[in-house]
């Protein structure tokens, strides 16, 4: 499927038009990338976000054997969000492709020039963008609550403590 049929398919931008489309693929083109590659690391500083077009990533933090999954992203999503708003920031986990992937990277000055030409699509990533931290801001309540429900249920404070530690490292 080529890259801009492919963008119009994606719920991401629903709405966005094909010339608005294409002219972001001028300035960001698609970029393959191999499975197993590393895409971000934790501590690296991020200045980009990655939109997903085809293929899986794997969201984790830690290493070998203390490895903790945290996502699977796939198709019409994006990684590393919080580079739009913490600009020059460290990233707060790894990602690496699970799977031969396409993506695009878009860097801040990429979304600011679109929209001083009053392309739909920086409008679009700023809303899908909001849509995911809250659902990742959502499941990490969940996830908290589980380990302190866990303690309760167990009267094992200190055992929750470790366990959230483990869930939020840093």
């Known amino acids: 499927m080529q890259v801009l049929q492919r963008l119009l398919s994606l719920p991401l931008v629903a709405g966005v038009s094909e010339p608005d489309l294409d ?3 001028q300035v960001a083109p698609p970029v393959a990338v191999d499975a197993e590659t590393l895409l971000m690391n934790a ?30 992203v796939g198709p019409g999503e994006i990684l590393g969000e ?51 931290m809250a659902r990742r801001i959502h499941d ?11 303690a309760l249920d167990t009267e094992e404070p200190k055992g929750a403590l470790q366990r959230l530690r483990e869930l939020f490292r840093r």
């Open 43 to 72: 501590g690296d500083v991020g200045d980009d976000i990655v939109l997903v077009l085809d293929g899986g990533f794997a969201v984790e933090l830690g290493e070998g054997s203390a490895t903790l999954p945290l996502a699977f």
């Open 140 to 150: 990490s309540v969940q996830a908290i609550d589980g380990v302190l429900a866990s």
């Open 23 to 25: 002219a972001l693929l």
């Open 82 to 132: 919080a580079a739009l708003f913490r600009r020059g920031a460290a990233r707060s986990a790894r990602v690496r492709a699970v799977q031969p992937s396409v993506v695009l990277r878009l860097d801040a000055g990429v979304l600011d020039h679109l929209a001083r030409q009053g392309n739909g699509v920086p409008r679009a990533i700023e809303e899908a963008v909001m849509r995911t």
